[in-house]
Nanobody, 123 residues
Framework: QVQLVESGGGLVQAGGSLRLSCAASGRTFSNYSVGWFRQAPGKERDFVAAIGWSAGNIYYADSVKGRSTISRDNSKNTVYLQMNSLKPEETAVYYC????????????????WGQGTQVIVSS
């Protein structure tokens, strides 16, 4: 398995941008697809974006499409999520997750998770 560590969260004003990073260690990261999810207090964990092991398949939630970009650098074992025009309702803990094989938008398809990074968007 791989181990995942998220970073890049913080406090940002509405309309601002953040770039989250998901750094992996362990097994061959390039064989894994990675998804980003977020969970606000009292709510379910929701899909944000996902990228396939070769970056050939990329998916976005409708709520972030056009404002966010997921990318990966397998030489650095890192996946990035660039988020622009952030909204207060996007305040949440953001998690990255990995799975061997194809990317998925479904939480239960992922078996390896990071600890999360907090994003707070102030109005």
């Amino acid at each position: 398995q791989v181990q995942l560590v998220e970073s890049g969260g913080g406090l940002v004003q509405a309309g601002g941008s953040l770039r989250l990073s998901c750094a992996a260690s362990g097994r061959t990261f390039s064989n894994y697809s990675v998804g980003w999810f977020r969970q606000a207090p009292g709510k379910e964990r929701d899909f944000v974006a996902a990228i396939g092991w070769s970056a050939g398949n990329i998916y976005y939630a409708d709520s972030v499409k056009g404002r966010s970009t997921i990318s990966r650098d397998n030489s650095k074992n890192t996946v990035y999520l660039q988020m622009n025009s952030l909204k207060p309702e996007e305040t949440a803990v953001y998690y990255c997750a990995a799975r061997p094989g194809v990317a998925s938008i479904l939480v239960y398809r992922y078996d390896t998770w990071g600890q999360g990074t907090q994003v707070i968007v102030s109005s």
